[in-house]
């Protein structure tokens, strides 16, 4: 395969790609159109290959950029492989086709070739870069690992698993590294003897004009009959009580991730610190400005019935406000603040036959890269999993038509849930209140800030659905005012 210029992207690629990425589940909106949209970079990853990277830059009308990689096969062959993202381009009278290489079994065996070579490529603009880290084996060899496959389910990521042995996420938007869903799950590796999350073994970097970039990151793939979500989602259904002991193995393990990322270590990013007064003021800020931008699209809503709760809640909010008074709980000198999921639920946790794991440290996806890495409260992630087990309840509740036995038998899974994680976090790593009351507090405090932001994103999006964050605020309120 020739070598292609920028100048050659720009004029046979761009408008294929353009086109074809916005059909992609990991490209957010529309097509951008003429003008919003240039080839940042294409590097070609070896000399005579066929693939490529590209790198796709949009101009939003704001004017920030976002870059979106994408491994290509650019070939002379008529029959392109199984692709979503797939045209045909000329070259100078040669007609070629294009595809996304991520569907190509070939390219996921060149792609270990380049991890385990540690091999690198350059354009006139940027680098792609193949490292292998202190984790990972010798070499990662392809030998028994012909069978690959494509996970179709993402959104935001495209991911190849290699015979059961390993697993590659391609970023499609690049960020600025470091990279969390990286650097938490080696730190984890590292600072724990107990298995909490995939071991990150090799990764890609991307270096450009303007960002430096993780590519990829290869792991250990663990074999897992799916997300906690859907067995929980099952359990609920068939008013399983033997769910509790499964939620104090998620309790522990929770608590097993924050012990370690509470470990003392020489990385300031990791160091736990404690909590100061500026710590809590910026979180009750934010806050509040999550409840001021809720509430007028509750108020908003052509919804009424009783049981949405929303009367209560408009009737509330000076209630819902005044909560963030519970984070001067952290003052004092007493709560450190550490490394955080951030984006913490029982999608995010998969059944595995060892028990569990967690996985996608990459944070909430709408927030900066330096709020997804800053470091906040622990029970932040344990709230977002309290209101997880609140929404598997609720949609099992709605597919069974067993309400009330649901909520009796949530209400007990989030007490076992809870309570194995007080029992074995840490209690000289300090990321906790020493009085249990106090702690029970600001659980409910993160509990509630994360359904406020649930009934935000129903209103926007599912209003049909706003009454499963709306009758929790209503409850925590009560229990608060108790």
Request: some cysteine; overall charge negative; proline content about 4%.
């Amino acid at each position: 395969m020739r070598d292609i210029t920028i100048e050659d992207a720009e004029r046979y690629l761009l408008d294929g790609l353009r086109n074809s990425a916005a059909k992609q589940r990991w490209f957010p909106g529309k097509a951008p159109m003429a003008g919003q949209a240039a080839i940042a970079d294409i590097i070609q990853l070896g000399k005579e290959s066929s693939y490529f990277l590209a790198i796709l830059k949009i101009m939003a009308d704001d004017g920030n950029e976002d870059l979106y990689q994408i491994p290509l096969r650019i070939s002379e062959q008529k029959e392109a492989a199984d692709s979503r993202l797939s045209f045909s381009a000329d070259f100078g009278g040669v007609t070629y086709s294009i595809t996304d290489a991520v569907s190509d079994p070939e390219y996921h065996h060149e792609l270990l070739n380049l991890l385990s070579g540690e091999l690198s490529f350059k354009s006139g603009r940027g680098t792609v870069s193949y490292h292998l880290n202190d984790l990972a084996p010798a070499s990662l060899s392809n030998n028994n690992m012909h069978e690959t496959r494509v996970i179709t389910s993402e959104q935001s990521n495209s991911s190849v698993i290699f015979g059961d042995h390993y697993i590659y996420k391609s970023f499609r938007k690049l960020s600025t590294m470091p990279n969390p869903d990286y650097e938490v799950p080696y730190f984890l590796n590292k600072h724990s003897e107990k298995s909490i999350t995939p071991r990150p073994l090799a990764y890609s970097i991307y270096r450009g004009e303007t960002i430096r970039a993780m590519g990829g990151i290869l792991s250990v793939y663990e074999k897992n009959s799916g997300e906690a979500w859907k067995y929980f989602l099952d359990s609920f259904m068939n008013d399983d009580s033997a769910i509790l002991g499964e939620c104090r193995k998620i309790g522990a393990l929770t608590s097993e991730m924050h012990n370690a990322l509470s470990s003392a270590s020489d990385d300031e990013s990791f160091s736990p610190e404690l909590i100061g007064n500026d710590d809590v003021e910026s979180w009750q800020v934010q806050y509040r400005k999550l409840v001021s931008e809720t509430v007028p699209l509750i108020a908003a809503l052509d919804v009424r019935e009783e049981g949405y709760h929303l009367e209560d809640i408009l009737g509330a909010r000076d209630e819902i406000e005044n909560a963030g008074r519970l984070l001067d709980k952290l003052t004092g000198d007493v709560v450190k603040k550490i490394r955080i999921h951030g984006d913490y639920h029982l999608g995010q946790i998969l059944k595995t036959e060892q028990g569990y794991s967690v996985i996608d440290f990459e944070g909430e996806p709408a927030r900066s890269a330096e709020y997804r890495r800053a470091k906040n409260c622990a029970i932040k992630d344990l709230g977002g999993l309290v209101r997880s087990f609140d929404y598997a309840a609720a949609v099992a509740s709605m597919s069974s038509g067993k309400e009330g036995r649901t909520e009796k038998l949530r209400d007990a899974a989030v007490e076992a849930m809870v309570e194995q994680y007080w029992k074995e976090h840490e209690r000289n790593r300090g990321y906790l209140p020493p009085d249990r009351e106090d702690f029970e507090k600001l659980l409910s405090f993160f509990v509630l800030e994360k359904a406020v932001y649930e009934m935000k994103y129903e209103a926007l999006y599912r209003p049909n659905w706003i009454w499963i964050p709306a009758s929790s605020i209503v409850e925590i309120c009560r229990k608060l005012r108790d």
